[in-house]
């Protein structure tokens, strides 16, 4: 399932980003959504994850209260609103999906990424 992430790009510390992932060739309204990232040098790890029906939210420790996921099922869009971002947050942030409607991690599908850099 093709997944596509857009909303990335440089900002300072404080600020705040909004990324999008649009699903496109098949209807992911029934699949749990998430999103992951990469730094530099850094192995891959979650952020944050919203079930099909946005019953039940899962947020990394490092992100709650300044991240929020959220989707659009008419649409076919997930999104995560990032607020007060740290240099910290600098990576690659990558769309996922599961094949099911409930997932903590989903992971079965993968955008490419988008960057988002924090400088400080």
């Known amino acids: 399932v093709p997944l596509v992430e857009s909303g990335g790009g440089l900002v300072q510390a404080g600020g705040s980003l909004r990324l999008s992932c649009a699903a496109s060739?098949?209807?992911?309204?029934?699949?749990?959504m998430g999103w992951f990232r990469q730094a530099p040098g850094k192995e891959r790890e979650f952020v944050a994850s919203i079930t099909w029906n946005r019953g039940r939210l899962n947020y990394a420790d490092s992100v709650k209260g300044r991240f929020t996921i959220s989707r659009d099922n008419a649409k076919n869009t997930v999104y995560l609103q990032m607020n007060s971002l740290q240099p910290e947050d600098t990576a690659v942030y990558y769309c996922?999906?599961?094949?099911?409607?409930?997932?903590?991690?989903?992971?079965?599908?993968w955008g490419r990424g988008t960057q988002v850099t924090v400088s400080s």
């Open positions: 060739g098949r209807t992911l309204s029934s699949s749990a």
């Open positions: 996922t999906a599961a094949t099911t409607p409930y997932s903590d991690y989903p992971s079965e599908y």
